[in-house]
Each structure stands twice: as C-alpha cells, then as structure tokens.
C-alpha cells in the first residue's frame, strides 16, 4: 500500500515538491474563528495543521487539509502548540503537563479589560506548565487579518518569551505568513503585549482631545460674541447661526490651529538643537510625544477643514442669504439704485477664494500622502519634501486665506464686541508665530549652521574646552 501511495506521489507532483522536506505539524488548541482563521493560514504557507479540541468529532467546520483530536493526541503530534482558548479555560491544560513538556506554547490570547487577573495570561500559562517554553504572541492580530493577509495597519507581530530558542521557532512561523517580527524581551513583557488590543486609539488621543478642546471654546467663545451679544445689545434673535455660520467659523479656525501645531514641534526641535549645538541629546519627553502625534494632528485638522468646505458650498442655498438677497434687490428696485462695482472688493474675494482652494488641494496632497499605501511607495526625500516643504506652503496659503477674510475688518470698531477679539485674529496667532520662526530658520547663516548639526558636526562647549587646556 504505501508503495503504491509513493508511486502516485511521484507521478502526480513535481520533482522539487518531492524533494523538499516534510512538511512540519502546527498544533491549534481551540477552534474558534481565530483558531481556524490561524489554521487556514499555516495551511495556505505549507504547514500541517492539527487541532486539539474537547469535542473532536462535533467541534464545527474546520479548513479542508486540517484534522481535529483529543488535546493529548495533538499535543503530542507537533512541537510548536498555539494556544487560542481563553484564559478561563486553562485549568485543564495542567493535566496535559506531561504531554506538554519541552514543547513550544504560544499563547496567543487576550482580556476584556486590563487588570483583569494579577499577572499576565502568558505567566499563568508558564506557571501552569513549567516544563513548558511559553511564548506570547499573535495576539494583537484578529481573525480577520489572518484571512486577508497582513497589511499595513496590522502587519507587526510582538513576541516575548523566556527562551530564545523557542522565540525563534515562533519568529520563523510569523515571517513566513508575511508578519514583520518585533521580539520585546522575556515573558515579563507578556502584560504590555495584552494590554496593545485593548488601547483605544492611542495615537489618536491627545489629537482627538486638543480638537475637542479647541472646538468647545471657539464655539463659546464665538456664540457669546455673535450670538448673545446681538441679543443683549441689539435685541435681535439670531440663534439661527448657530448650526451653520457658527460652525463655519469654529471649524476652519480649529483646523488652521491644528494644522500649525504638525510643525510648530519641529521648529521648537531646530531651534533646540541651534541651542545645544548638537543633535545627540534628547529632546523632552513632552516634544517627543508631540512630534510623533503630528501625523494624526494634519489628519484631524484636514477632516475639520473638509467640514469648512462642505459648510461653505451650501451658503448660496441657506434661506437665510437667499432671503438676505432677495431683500437687497427690491430695495435697490425700490429706490431705483444701483450699487457701483467694486474692483477692489472684487479682487479681495476672487483672491480669498482661489487661495483657498489652493491651500485645500494642497491639504488633501498631505492627507494623501499620510496613508500608508501612499507614502510606502515614496522615497525618503519624496515624502520629505511634500509633508515638509509642500506642508510649510499649504500652512502659508491656509493663513493668507485667512488674513484675506479679515482684510481691513481689525480696523473697525465694530469689529470688537464686548472688547472681545474676532475668531480669525485669535486664529492666527500661533500659524503667524511658525510661519515666522520658520523664515528665521531659513536664513543661510541659520540653516547653514542647523544643517551642519544635523549632519553630525557639534558645538564646543567653552566652559569644557577651557577645563581641557588647564589639565593640559
């Protein structure tokens, strides 16, 4: 029989299939959706898949290929043994301590919430089975992206574990289904990797909080300015412009903040190191989490800009200018006037509008160039050169756009109710200030002397140079 198998084999696959080496057996305890979809990528990189279940026989679909026993049985046929069962369950796996010895388990699941038990899922697994070499990882991949593939949103795998030995078997497994590795030290760092899948956005955080701050304010700020102050002074109920003038101002003012903090970080940086006389030392803390959240900022501060344009096109359409309109003719018939054409008002809308549809296109080119499907297939000095250079011009289009809204608004009393400022001048404080300090930086003597740091050179200290000579 098994020469008759041979000889089909033979006859039926290619001679380098033949040649290669036996395939080698990959263990699952748990037939869950992450247990299957895990399966059916092992199968799909050439592995041989087995799955450990209580209910062999009645355990649910399984990928074509694979086979289901009892856990001994199993546990017996593979040395690497991916564990994808919850940790409530793990108490059985103690009597499989003999089965289990000297093999490799990864342990691959994790918690509702942290904090849940006093130590890691991965510790209690290696405390359960000592005379095992436990391993945490795969668990911050779903069973989604494991039918799909990796791509670039989740194509890192964390491992940590005790033993190099068994850390390498785990590492060559996720390079061949296509994973980037990133080995984070001994089982101790199992808490850490647990708690990754149960974060909520965490880059996006303080982007998401700093928006939510600056909208609360200009919208109350601007509501008691625009609207409480024509009711108190003026009598005049306006509260209508609260869903849509309202709004249209608060968002483009957040946005132009916003997309000023994406570079302010790195002109405090340039001027840092001008300051050191050196790029080796580190910046702080705070800079350093403020530099690394400057993708989500733009991204943020495009969307808010997004909203301003989607506002501005149904200004036309609004009852309230339509009616505003409407008014204006009929007096103008009225009185049998009408009104002189203004170049100069003509030139100052005209230019207020194409600058800000400049400014928005190149807003979008940034916003495009942060996916990572975008900005993988640009070089280093492309993605530089449009997030950086072409970022300084959309930030200078974005605050000319906004100095042309103003025009000669700063010059009429009228201007400041209640002594309180316009919303575009509380706008362009801080997009002023970099744009500003970004034109000091440009200056030759500067940048020469900033471009010489960052390629390496450092500044004497003369107080340590002095020291020198007197040893000397």
Not at 15 to 31: N, R
Not at 163 to 185: N, P
Not at 201 to 212: D, G, K, S
Not at 299 to 317: D, Q
Request: hydrophobic letters at 45%.
């Amino acid at each position: 029989m098994s020469k008759e198998v041979n000889s089909e084999s033979v006859s039926l696959c290619p001679l380098s299939t033949a040649a290669a080496t036996e395939q080698e057996m990959l263990c699952i305890f748990g037939t869950g959706d992450l247990g299957r979809s895990l399966g059916q990528r092992f199968l799909q990189t050439g592995y041989k898949v087995v799955y450990g279940s209580r209910r062999p026989h009645s355990c649910g679909p399984l990928p074509p290929g694979t086979q289901a026993m009892s856990h001994v049985a199993a546990a017996q046929s593979a040395r690497l043994v991916f564990i994808c069962i919850h940790r409530e369950n793990y108490d059985f796996l103690e009597t499989l301590a003999p089965q289990l010895k000297g093999k490799v388990l990864v342990d691959v699941s994790n918690n509702l919430k942290k904090n849940m038990y006093p130590e890691a899922n991965a510790e209690y697994l290696q405390r359960l089975i000592p005379g095992a070499q436990v391993v945490k990882g795969f668990n911050t991949l779903s069973a989604w992206a494991l039918q799909n593939g990796p791509s670039d949103a989740n194509r890192q795998v964390y491992v940590c574990g005790n033993s190099l030995e068994a850390k390498q078997a785990v590492i060559e497994v996720a390079a061949k289904l296509g994973f980037t590795v990133l080995d984070r030290g001994s089982l101790t760092a199992a808490r850490e990797l647990e708690d990754f899948p149960l974060q909520l956005f965490p880059e996006w955080r303080l982007p998401l909080q700093l928006a939510t701050g600056l909208t609360a304010f200009f919208f109350f700020y601007l509501l008691i300015r625009d609207v409480i102050y024509s009711y108190v002074v003026n009598d005049k109920d306006v509260s209508f412009r609260i869903m849509a003038s309202l709004a249209n101002k608060v968002f483009p003012i957040v946005s132009l903040i916003m997309l000023s903090l994406c570079y302010l970080p790195g002109v405090i940086a340039a001027f840092l190191q001008l300051y050191r006389g050196t790029k080796y030392k580190r910046f702080p803390d705070w800079l350093d989490r403020w530099m690394l959240c400057r993708k989500q900022l733009g991204l943020v501060a495009l969307a808010l800009a997004s909203l301003h344009v989607l506002y501005t096109l149904i200004i036309p359409i609004r009852y309230y200018v339509r009616y505003r309109l409407a008014a204006h003719t009929i007096s103008q018939i009225r009185e049998n006037k009408t009104s002189p054409f203004d170049t100069t008002m003509a030139w100052r809308t005209d230019s207020y509008y194409v600058i800000g549809i400049l400014g928005f296109g190149l807003y979008l080119l940034l916003g495009i160039t942060s996916l990572p499907s975008v900005s993988n297939i640009l070089s280093w000095r492309e993605f530089s050169f449009i997030q950086s250079k072409l970022g300084y011009l959309t930030l200078f289009f974005c605050t000319f756009h906004t100095y042309l809204y103003g025009w000669d608004k700063f010059l009429q009393p009228s201007s400041y109710k209640w002594f309180m400022l316009p919303g575009y001048m509380l706008s362009l404080v801080v997009p002023s200030v970099v744009l500003v300090l970004k034109l000091l930086l440009l200056l030759p003597c500067v940048d020469s002397t900033l471009t010489r740091i960052r390629q390496g050179w450092e500044r004497t200290d003369p107080e340590q140079e002095h020291k020198k000579l007197l040893l000397t």
